[in-house]
Nanobody, 118 residues
């Protein structure tokens, strides 16, 4: 599984960014895909996921109502629309994928930096 993330950058608080993750190497119908993030000095934390088969969504409480995850089936791509960004959203964001039946085997993309200034 190869995951290619794009779309990071720098914005002011209240701004928006969209991250994208293009997946290849497998048929992803039985996969969960999403995003984690890691701020300096902190652990990597869950942000949002989407189940490829059902479209079921999951969000961390800290981003509910501000972030939206979606998928493009034709392009095997997952998007993370981030609105009303806050300085505490500053982190390296990682695209991730795993089979629904093998949650302990995760595939990671290279991180993309998101910086939100106050």
């Amino acid at each position: 599984v190869q995951l290619q993330a794009s779309g990071g950058g720098s914005v002011q608080a209240g701004g928006s960014l969209t991250l994208s993750c293009a997946a290849s190497g497998r048929t992803f119908s039985s996969y969960v895909m999403g995003w984690f993030r890691q701020a300096p000095g902190k652990e990597r934390d869950f942000v949002a996921t989407i189940r490829w088969s059902s479209g079921g969504l999951g969000y961390a409480d800290s981003v509910k109502g501000r972030f939206t995850i979606s998928r493009d089936n034709a392009k095997n791509t997952v998007h993370l629309q981030m609105n009303n960004l806050k300085p505490e959203d500053t982190a390296v964001y990682y695209c991730v994928a795993w089979r629904e039946v093998a949650v302990n085997t995760k595939y990671w993309g290279r991180g993309t930096q998101v910086t939100v200034s106050s």
